[in-house]
C-alpha cells in the first residue's frame, strides 16, 4: 500500500514491504515479523472500521501493557485513520476513566492487563463503547458483565484484507496524550502526524539508523518517548524489544540478552544502574546509541554511562511533550563536556533541525545573553494544541510581541552564556521560588547536597508554603540515614544561610512516578502528612 501523503504509519507501511520476514517487536515472550505485526494490525483496524459508531471522533484507545496487543493496537488506530490515545492500566482507575471520558473514544483496545482494571474504569461511563479483546476467545462472560456495550474477542475480528484505509491528514491527530495539569486535570496535547514525522526524520538520520538495529522499550505508552522506540525503530526496519517486567528490574541483563543497540531512557534510570554497580567499564559492548530524556541528566551519570557503552554515541534530550518528544539535544563529550556543565547538570544543547529558540523574560522578551529566561520554541514540532481546552492552549501556544510565529512557553529556565555556548537548563520556573523575598533556584540546592552529602539523588523543596514563596527548604537525600553535622558544614561553603535547608530526610528509595522520574508530589505529600 502506497500512500499519497505521509502519516505516522507511513513508516511502518514501508517498512514491511522492504522487510516483510525481519523481527518488528518482541513483547511478551513472542517475536513479531513485520508482517505478522501488520495482519494483526489491519485485523484491528478493519474491525474498527466495521463495528465503530459513525459518530465518534477520530480516536481510539489502547489500554493495554506491554504485549503484543498494544502495539498492534497503536497501529490499528493509525491504519483506520484515527489518532491513538493511550491507557494505562497501572494508573488509577479514576484517572484512567477521566481520560477516556475526555478523550471521547467511542472504541477501546483491551489486552489481559487492562481487562483486569476495566470493571472500575468502566463504571460512571454512559455512553456505548466497543470494547475488543484481541487476545480473548471467549467474551461472553464479559458481554453479560457489560451489557451497554458492545464486545468483541478474537474470533469476531475481521480478517485484515477486509480494511479499508482511512484517510490521515499530515495536519490531523496523530494521538492525543494526557499529561499532568497544574488543576488537578490531565491535559489532552494534541499531536499532528506532520510533527511526529518531523522529529522522526530528524532522528533517524543523525543516528543512521538501519534495519539492524535493536530498540529499548523501556517507557509506557502514556510516555510520549515511547514514539521514538516504536516508530523511529519501524521507519527503517528495525525491531522494538519490549522488556517485561523482570526486565525491566535487571536492565543490563536486558540490554546484553536482548542485544539492544539502540537505548532510550529516563535518567534515573542510568543512576540507578550506577548505584548498583552496573555502568563497569565496557559492560555494553553492543550499544551505538544511548539516549537520555524526561529530566535532568547529571554529568556524573552520562560519564559513567559513556564508559560502560564506550562504543556508543551518549546524548541528553529534552523536550516537552507539547514540542514533539524531544526538541533540542546534546552530544556528551568526555573532554569537553565537564566544563559545559552546570550544577552538576548535562546542557541540553541545540535546537533541532528549523526549530527556533527564544530565552524571554516575564513579558516574553528576549534576555540578553548570559541571563537566564524561560525557553520558548516554535517550528514544526509545535503540537496543536491541548483537546478541547482553548483557553489553555491559548496561554501555552502564544505570539511573543515582535515574532510573527507561534511560541510554545515550556515553563523551564534555560541560559545560553553567549552565542555558540550550547543551552543550559537550570530548572522549572515553578522550581523557582521565593524565600524571604530572596529568589532561589531549588536545582542549585539540589546541586550542592549531591556534592556535600556525596549522594546521587537530592530534591530541595519549598516548605512551609506560603503566598510568598516558601519559609524554608526541606531536602530529601536518596541514601540510608549518615551524619548531618558535615553536611551542613560543607553547604554553608556553597550556599547563603536562606538556601541552607532546615530539615534533610534520608530515604534510600526516592518515590517515582510512572514515567520513572522522582515523584516530587509524592515528596511534598509526605510533608503535608497525608502519606
Not at 514491504?17 to 489491519?42: H, I, K, M, N, S
Not at 460512571?124 to 461472553?140: A, E, H, S
Not at 516548605?463 to 553536611?487: M, Y
Request: charged share 20%; glycine share 8%; proline share 7%.
Amino acid at each position: 500500500m502506497r500512500e499519497s501523503t505521509r502519516s505516522l504509519r507511513s513508516g511502518f507501511i514501508h517498512s514491511r514491504e522492504r522487510f516483510p520476514d525481519r523481527p518488528a517487536l518482541e513483547a511478551g515472550g513472542l517475536c513479531l515479523t513485520y508482517d505478522q505485526l501488520y495482519e494483526q494490525a489491519a485485523s484491528l483496524a478493519a474491525t474498527l472500521q466495521r463495528h465503530e459508531p459513525s459518530d465518534a471522533p477520530p480516536l481510539t484507545a489502547v489500554f493495554a501493557y506491554r504485549s503484543p496487543a498494544t502495539f498492534a493496537g497503536v497501529l490499528a488506530a493509525l491504519f483506520r485513520g484515527h489518532g491513538y490515545v493511550p491507557l494505562n492500566p497501572n494508573f488509577p482507575p479514576d484517572r484512567t476513566r477521566n481520560m477516556l471520558q475526555r478523550s471521547g473514544c467511542r472504541a477501546v483496545i483491551v489486552d489481559s492487563a487492562g481487562e483486569r482494571q476495566l470493571d472500575r474504569v468502566l463504571e460512571g461511563v454512559d455512553r456505548t463503547l466497543l470494547l475488543i479483546f484481541p487476545d480473548r476467545q471467549d467474551v461472553q462472560p464479559l458481554a453479560q458483565r457489560w451489557p451497554q456495550h458492545r464486545v468483541l474477542g478474537a474470533g469476531d475480528l475481521a480478517p485484515a484484507t477486509a480494511l479499508t484505509w482511512g484517510a490521515a491528514d499530515p495536519d490531523g491527530i496523530a494521538y492525543v496524550l494526557f499529561t499532568s495539569g497544574s488543576t488537578g486535570q490531565p491535559k489532552g496535547v494534541m499531536v499532528a502526524h506532520r510533527n511526529i514525522n518531523h522529529f522522526i526524520d530528524a532522528m533517524v538520520d543523525r543516528y543512521s539508523i538501519t534495519e539492524n538495529d535493536r530498540f529499548s522499550q523501556m517507557f509506557e505508552m502514556v510516555f510520549d518517548l515511547s514514539l521514538f522506540d516504536m516508530f523511529v525503530a519501524w521507519e527503517r526496519g528495525a525491531c522494538v524489544c519490549c522488556p517485561s517486567k523482570m526486565q525491566l528490574l535487571t536492565p543490563a541483563a536486558y540490554i546484553n540478552e536482548s542485544k539492544i543497540t539502540v537505548w532510550f531512557s529516563v535518567p534515573s534510570s542510568a543512576l540507578l544502574m550506577k548505584k548498583l554497580g552496573l555502568l563497569e567499564a565496557d559492560a555494553y559492548p553492543g550499544l551505538r546509541v544511548s539516549l537520555f530524556c524526561g529530566e535532568a541528566l547529571q554529568a556524573d551519570v552520562a560519564s559513567a554511562w559513556a564508559k560502560a557503552a564506550s562504543d556508543s554515541i551518549v546524548e541528553n534530550l529534552y523536550g516537552p511533550t507539547e514540542l514533539t518528544l524531544a526538541c533540542t539535544l546534546y552530544r556528551w563529550d568526555e573532554q569537553r563536556s565537564p566544563a559545559e556543565c552546570e550544577n552538576g547538570v548535562v546542557p541540553i544543547g541545540e535546537p533541532y533541525p528549523f526549530m527556533s529558540v527564544l530565552v524571554a523574560d516575564e513579558s516574553l522578551q528576549e534576555v540578553t545573553p548570559g541571563q537566564a529566561g524561560e525557553l520558548l520554541m516554535s517550528g514544526p514540532q509545535v503540537a496543536l494544541g491541548y483537546w478541547q481546552d482553548a483557553e489553555k492552549t491559548a496561554a501555552a501556544f502564544v505570539t511573543p510581541p515582535g515574532k510573527d510565529a507561534v511560541y510554545y512557553r515550556t515553563g523551564d529556565l534555560v541560559r545560553r552564556s553567549s552565542d555558540g555556548e550550547p543551552l543550559v537548563y537550570m530548572g522549572r520556573i515553578d522550581h523557582q521560588i521565593k524565600i524571604h523575598g530572596n529568589r532561589v533556584e531549588l536545582g542549585e540546592i539540589e546541586a550542592a547536597l549531591r556534592q556535600a552529602a556525596a549522594v546521587d539523588q537530592a530534591v530541595a523543596l519549598g516548605w512551609p508554603v506560603t503566598p510568598s514563596g516558601a519559609e524554608g527548604i526541606v531536602a530529601f537525600l536518596g541514601a540510608a540515614e549518615k551524619d548531618q553535622a558535615p553536611i551542613r558544614e560543607n553547604l554553608k561553603t556553597r550556599l547563603p544561610s536562606y538556601m541552607i535547608p532546615r530539615e534533610i530526610r534520608f530515604m534510600p528509595n526516592l518515590p517515582h512516578n510512572s514515567n520513572g522520574k522522582v515523584d516530587r508530589k509524592a515528596l511534598l505529600k509526605i510533608l503535608e502528612g497525608k502519606s
